[in-house]
């Protein structure tokens, strides 16, 4: 488990055009210089958005990450829900001690009806 | 001289972003409310405007996180973020380098603070500037709190570093404004976004537009981690405010949950002429 270099390298493609434009051309070679696990570069070569969430890349960073890859809103959130179904509770990380609730369930548990009318 | 305006509001890339996809009468009422917000910032006349936000990971990371930081630069640049993607051309922001210094100086002497001579701004900072200076104007000086790498500096540091920015406000003489931008409930960018805690958004503006510093200094970040999410670590930019206005009342112009931009919209004010409010401490 490398959480850190998996999101030290997100950083700094989110905020590098010349990087990107590396990562573009050559996945795997833009991972270079980074402490990943097999797994972690799998995540970040296809690149697997549940997985990344599972391991637990900050959402500040990888939403970033997704739009990169012109990944729509939605899409972005129901690959982590698949992630976690997938793979399990997320691993570590900022979201490690909670799970997927879920924008109605959470509503419905508060008594609330106005957030029910998208799940986004 | 005192600080010539204050004020708080959301900065949530879905806002611009995804404007499209939400209630139309809704995001009207916000977008509303902003207008009204920015009306009431240039009626103050400022010569800048330091936004304390709560960055994602733009500039700082945890190779090197600070958790106090403002801006030293004579321009910025931003967004970060692709521009389609959050529906905000990519500019340059002025700064005031001067300024900032002399700002900085004085905010070092009551808190730990790290200074930036560059900075790109991500979404905390311009969804709110694509709305209170939309032609990008008016200079910025930009303020971040760690609110997204845990171990974060606990909220009496974030009142502290408030204080600083009131006094380092009073001893320049430029009219200086303040903003603080967050969200408050809210779960963004995870496959919780749209979880938003209308109760415990309302108790805290309830608790913020009575300048209350003891309630707001009782909230603990993992028993607000539980009911409101990872994004109401932000509620340090809030009280930073607060803090910077110690004393004065809030007037909260609006507030309400729009899931598809995932946090209960706010917008705020501090009425600066109002009198003093008694002591809740």
């Known amino acids: 488990m490398s959480l850190y270099y998996v999101q030290k390298f997100l950083f700094e493609l989110n905020r590098d055009e010349g990087f990107q434009a590396r990562y573009a051309n050559d996945r795997r070679g833009a991972l270079d210089g980074f402490d990943l696990t097999d797994e972690e570069e799998r995540a970040l ?3 697997d958005i549940g997985l990344l969430f599972h391991l637990g890349v900050n959402g500040q960073i990888l939403m970033h990450f997704a739009a990169l890859h012109s990944i729509e809103w939605q899409d972005y959130l129901q ?21 997927y609730e879920g924008v109605d369930a959470h509503s419905e548990r508060l008594g609330q009806t106005s957030n029910t009318e998208r799940g986004n | 001289m005192p600080l010539v305006f204050a004020g708080v509001c959301s900065h949530a890339p879905g806002i611009v972003g995804r404007a499209d996809q939400a209630d139309p009468s809704a995001k009207d009422r916000l977008y509303e409310a902003f207008a009204d917000m920015r009306q009431r910032l240039e009626a103050s006349e400022p010569d800048a405007l330091i936004v304390v936000a709560a960055e994602h990971f733009a500039n700082f990371f945890m190779n090197n996180m600070p958790s106090f930081a403002m ?3 004579d321009y910025y640049e931003g967004p970060i973020e692709n521009p389609d993607w959050l529906g905000i051309q990519k500019t340059q922001i002025p700064g005031n380098r001067s300024l900032s210094e002399r700002l900085i100086r004085k905010v070092m002497e009551r808190t730990d603070l790290s200074y930036a001579e560059e900075w790109k701004f991500d979404h905390g900072i311009m969804v709110p500037l694509h ?60 496959p919780d976004s749209g979880k938003i805690n209308e109760s415990w958004d309302r108790k805290f503006l309830d608790e913020w537009s009575r300048c209350d510093k003891e309630a707001m200094l009782s909230y603990g970040d993992s028993q607000s981690y539980l009911d409101a999410g990872q994004g109401a670590f932000e509620i340090r930019t809030f009280m930073t405010v607060s803090a910077a206005t110690e004393g004065a009342p809030g007037i909260v112009h609006f507030y309400e949950p729009i899931p598809i931009f995932a946090v209960g919209c706010t917008i705020g004010t501090i009425d600066l002429d109002a009198p003093q409010l008694p002591s809740v401490h």
């Open chain 1, 79 to 99: 690959r982590m829900r698949d992630g976690l179904i997938s793979h399990g509770p997320v691993r570590e990380g900022v979201y490690a001690v909670t799970g």
């Open chain 2, 71 to 73: 801006g030293m630069a």
């Open chain 2, 131 to 190: 709305f209170l200076t939309p032609s990008y104007d008016l200079p910025i000086i930009p303020a971040n709190i760690n609110c997204q790498g845990p171990p974060l500096a606990p909220l009496h540091r974030a009142w502290a570093f408030g204080q600083a920015l009131r006094d380092a406000a009073d001893s320049v003489p430029e009219r200086v404004a303040l903003i603080g931008t967050g969200g408050i409930s809210h779960w963004p960018a995870t």
């Open chain 1, 45 to 47: 070569i296809e690149p």
